[in-house]
């Protein structure tokens, strides 16, 4: 055999190595940022605690009270806040430090989830105690999900926000397999009192990470205000288009494809007879899907095609909410929760990602508001009301009502899609930013396209 041949015949197998090796970068790169990885384990591990109080709330109302009504409206309770207040949210976040404002905000989460903890576990807590907690915890949300939404560029810098942004729909996601499926075995062997605790001791792990970075401050220029700049902000959405159409896609899925979420005890319950354990399947399941999503997300390198995957991904969420909320089988719905969260996460990730690169410097924080109206604020109107329809109607036919709209809503957005691609394009190389692409690719071709 030559030396030539031996040669190549060694060095064949590790060119699918470096291939490897190069997707985990991609797919990782925001990690190389110390900030931000302070802030991912710090809120790995909160978020697993937020989602763990999340699934037991909602079983211990459902427990205490029976009612799909309630279930709802704890749910309007703690969401509403953030339709209401997050324009003074995002305004604050355009105004103040990101780095302390974020670190307020989580340390009040921590409190509140140690007041719910302790009136459990004392055996105190009421109905109405939950849902003053609930709406004092929506009041928190509502600067702090601008504000972090906000801090992720202050991180990372332009270049790696896409990544930055799947990489936290990652550790979100994440914890949503994690939590759920910890808390229905807890609830089921311990009470609901201990998941409220542990979500506020895992405060402690962001709250450290954010006291260690080292975050430039900066200054930002009042000249207007308060009122003048939030009109502002609301005035650049309205006049955008494709901000527009984006938003407003997000609140419909967000007003009709959540509340399957606030009626999932009602599911684990009554239809599927999975108790509390189940519950925590369900909600894993939902979120094993959504990480798929997320990792998904992280793995692409440029924004080229997002516009087409928000459409796909909208009309993919409608179907599968259809097919399960006629589901009769546990299993079969838990494997159809998988597509529903894949398609909510790739959905909601791909928007965030189009709107943080197509909005000015000096508006993200009043623009990321609105989206959080539309993401969390309108998911309240939707607990409500899906409450009380399956109240009147039943949970399966109040889903299958969201399925149907959302696939609608995916069809409208997907006809106007050429012309919005147009302005999206020229907000884009406004911005100098194009999550991996040089301007001169966009120039040639449309960003959806």
């Excluded at 506020?200 to 003048?228: F, T």
């Excluded at 009109?231 to 399957?260: C, D, H, M, N, Q």
């Excluded at 709107?355 to 993200?364: A, E, G």
């Amino acid at each position: 055999m030559t030396e030539e041949r031996k040669v190549a015949l060694e060095e064949r197998p590790s060119a699918p190595k470096i291939v490897s090796q190069s997707r985990w970068v991609t797919t990782l790169r925001a990690l190389r940022h110390r900030n931000f990885q302070l802030f991912f384990s710090g809120q790995m591990i909160s978020l697993t605690g937020t989602w763990m109080q999340s699934v037991a709330q909602a079983w211990l109302v459902y427990n205490m009270t029976k009612s799909p009504l309630l279930l709802g409206t704890v749910g309007f309770a703690s969401q509403i806040p953030v339709f209401l207040l997050s324009p003074f949210g995002g305004i604050t976040a355009d105004r103040v430090n990101r780095h302390r404002l974020l670190i307020g905000t989580q340390t009040c989460s921590m409190v509140l989830a140690g007041v719910l903890a302790w009136l459990t576990l004392s055996g105190h807590i009421l109905v109405w105690q939950i849902f003053l907690l609930a709406g004092l915890l929506g009041v928190v949300n509502a600067f702090d999900i601008p504000v972090r939404q906000s801090f992720l560029v202050d991180m990372v810098g332009k270049e790696d926000l896409m990544n930055a942004i799947a990489l936290n729909s990652s550790m979100f996601n994440g914890a949503r397999v994690i939590g759920p499926a910890v808390a229905g075995i807890l609830v089921a062997k311990i009470g609901e009192g201990w998941c409220f605790a542990a979500n506020s001791v895992s405060y402690i792990a962001v709250i450290v990470g954010l006291l260690l970075m080292k975050v430039q401050s900066r200054q930002r220029s009042i000249k207007s205000s308060p009122v003048e700049d939030i009109v502002e902000g609301f005035r650049w959405v309205s006049k955008t288009k494709i901000i527009r159409a984006l938003l407003l896609l997000i609140g419909l899925a967000s007003l009709v494809g959540t509340p399957y979420t606030v009626l999932m005890p009602v599911f684990a319950d009554k239809i599927l007879h999975g108790g509390a354990r189940g519950l925590g399947i369900l909600m894993g399941a939902t979120g094993v899907g959504a990480l798929f999503g997320a990792l998904t997300l992280a793995a692409k390198s440029g924004i080229k095609g997002l516009g087409r995957w928000v459409a796909i991904t909208c009309a993919g969420l409608g179907v599968s909410l259809f097919c399960f909320s006629f589901s009769t089988s546990f299993w079969l719905s838990a494997f159809l929760l998988m597509p529903v969260g894949y398609s909510m996460m790739l959905q909601m990730g791909c928007c965030n990602t189009l709107i943080q690169t197509m909005v000015p410097d000096h508006l993200r924080g009043r623009v990321m508001s609105v989206y959080s109206m539309m993401y969390m604020g309108m998911a309240p109107f939707g607990a409500f009301f899906g409450g009380a329809m399956a109240h009147r109607f039943g949970a399966p036919i109040t889903v299958s009502i969201g399925g149907v709209a959302c696939v609608i809503g995916s069809f409208l957005f997907w006809r106007a899609l050429p012309d919005l691609s147009i302005e999206a394009r020229r907000l884009i190389v406004a911005q100098g930013l194009s999550g991996g692409e040089p301007p001169q690719e966009l120039n040639a071709q449309p960003v959806e396209e």
